[in-house]
């Protein structure tokens, strides 16, 4: 079997790592724009061989995009055209409404599964990717009934195969669930990010205040802006949904602190420590 | 020697089975208003033998006070009044202007050192405290010009052998920029959870798609309310200003997002990156 892997960053090259590790004998196929991602993904053994789109992706039996969402939705309708009979294409989106609306207005929609990954770090480039990234994650598979069984069937046994668990939902409803307990979370820590690095600029020495608190909440600052800002733009209208309810929870914050409202602050904080239960029951 | 803690939580906690473990014949005496807190620091061996307020700091040669911030800020007073003669006070607290601001009305202001760990784990309680919690971490030492050489020297040789690095600053500078790279975080952490668990209230397993991005960014919502809320209370003039600049930064987000400023947005998420540099070269 061969599996193509179009964009070799952090995620499709733990894909390959994966399958490689899994299932020694299935063929990955590596396409990148970038010829140091393509020659790194050769030397790490994520892909057996590079090529371009046009002559790799209609050679392999599954094909999976894993480039920035603004280029999937353009690679979508690409690789149905050329896909070889009887394959299976997929992809990492981390949005999924505006890709599965294009696919649905390809004739061979039927062969494409959307699907989603809830895994990643906050580096990104093949020599970020590992074999375990993937493993024990979930995957979140959209819009199923659209897709052949047999197509469903073949994607479901690779994302198996690498150790992930299934999830299925409708793209819609994932769009708008993510922009919460992913999205927001990412703009959060950019926006705290940037609010510190700006006091700095005035006041040395602010980091060796910093502990691991702080490490942990601004980690995803260090994300992306090429996966980021795609993202952020298909997924705009829930996304300014839930920024809008956390903006009004914190400037409710400002003004119970402006009161000295510290029953209200007390209650606030008590009721986000629930997130340790759902956290840890999940 | 003697060392009293009075607060017997996490920190407090973790002083104490650090000081043991580093020096075995100093004897540590435990203070906390609650009783299952003493008990389980007897029986982790945080401290020798537990007792009234009134009874053991007169006792002891040092001193620290690891209660929340407002319970410092009386304590600073109580206890410098019954101080034994050549012992010396110092203080956990994660706002210092305040706590300051009493000893500076104290006679014997001179043999309080001001001090913040800056460690902690989202957990609280003596159960969650370990004798690695200090080790290498920052003690952020402030106003020393205000204390007896003796007393500093006192100090700095406990805090050094437990492993901490010392950094010093005035009380109001501390205030100033922890406000950014402590409460800050701690804030949006808090309202992150919030605003995420509001949205789940209508929509079912929505944490089925939480990665560890989102752990990672809403850590800190787990942590106790009796702990922050004195410290935002006591800090709130800088707080007020960190927030103010977190707001504006997400809403300048939200307007660029309104708009479709692609470059607008892409260039906020590249600011923000330079807390890799930052966080990575301290």
Wanted: contains cysteine; charged residues 25%; glycine residues 8%.
């Amino acid at each position: 079997m061969e599996v193509c892997i179009v964009g070799l960053g952090l995620l499709g090259g733990s894909l390959g790592l994966a399958i490689k590790k899994a299932e020694a004998d299935v063929r990955v196929l590596g396409v990148d724009t970038n010829p140091l991602h393509e020659e790194k993904a050769l030397s790490m053994g994520i892909a057996d061989e590079t090529g371009a789109f046009e002559d790799l992706v209609p050679r392999a039996d599954i094909v999976i995009l894993a480039t920035p969402v603004d280029i999937i939705a353009l690679q979508v309708t690409a690789a149905l055209d050329i896909l070889k009979e009887g394959a299976v294409l997929s992809d990492f989106g981390s949005a999924k409404r505006k890709i599965c609306a294009t696919a649905d207005r390809h004739i061979r929609r039927d062969w494409f599964v959307a699907a989603h990954p809830i895994a990643g770090t906050e580096d990104s480039g093949p020599q970020a990717s590992f074999a375990g990234l993937l493993a024990g994650k979930m995957m979140i598979i959209c819009d199923r009934e659209k897709c052949q069984p047999e197509a469903l069937e073949k994607i479901e046994k690779l994302y198996t195969l690498v150790g992930m668990k299934l999830v299925y939902m409708s793209s819609s409803s994932h769009d708008s669930h993510i922009a919460y307990v992913s999205h927001l979370s990412h703009i959060s820590s950019f926006a705290l990010g940037g609010t510190v690095l700006d006091k700095e600029r005035n006041e040395k020495n602010i980091f060796n205040m910093a502990g691991s608190g702080f490490s942990s909440t601004v980690r995803l600052a260090k994300s992306s802006p090429d996966m980021w800002a795609p993202i952020f733009g298909q997924n705009k209208e829930n996304i300014t949904e839930a920024l809008t309810n956390y903006i009004d929870r914190l400037e409710n914050f400002r003004n119970m602190l402006e009161k000295d409202d510290r029953e209200g602050i007390y209650q606030f904080m008590k009721e986000a420590n629930d997130i340790r239960r759902v956290l840890e029951g999940k």
